[in-house]
């Protein structure tokens, strides 16, 4: 499966980047313009192997943010920008992860890759997901679409973070991958697009 699925990530990454192209460039246009900083957000992440790489996205954070806060987005984070809030409002600003996709850092379906500092506090079973290819979307980003407003209620939103979010996350895509297929790929993929698509309720933990 592994050698079909990197075929289809290549074909599906590249068509997309061809086909959406002019919108991809009026969203570039239009975060240029919101604050006149950088296009792309480039951010240090733990891919297949423990292999860092840097994962791209339209910026949606003022800039330098991750000096001004944590490397959460909480609520609706002050650091957050007009443009990026549209943006993350419909999951525009992970677009240009169809590059790193077409590169092969990253598969369409696959665990969301971590920052080093929360994969530090793996335990042995969970750095198991460190065999996959970590993706672009996942079951555990549909499950957890509210991410953000969910922390933002929680007293520490880092501690939550990592002991109770962390953890189901990375639960259900090991689950998810002990089974995974094509055609289940292919229904996350549809999936994910009904999960943009429709108001979004509290997940409750």
Known sequence: MRRSKRAFDLLASVTGLILLSPFLAIIAIAVKIGDRGPIL????????EGRVFRILKFRTMVMDAER?????????DARVTQVGRILRRAKLDE???LLNVACGE????GPRPEVP?????YTSEQRRVLSLLPGVTDPASMKYADEA???AHAADPERMYVEEVMPRKLQLNLSYAESATFGSDVAVILRTFGVITKPRRATRL
């Open 41 to 48: 957000f480039r951010q240090e992440r733990v891919g297949l």
């Open 68 to 76: 001004a806060g944590l490397q959460l987005t909480i609520g609706r």
């Open 95 to 97: 677009l240009p992860q």
């Open 106 to 109: 990253m598969s369409l379906v």
């Open 117 to 121: 500092k929360y994969v530090a506090r």
């Open 149 to 151: 407003d969910v922390l």
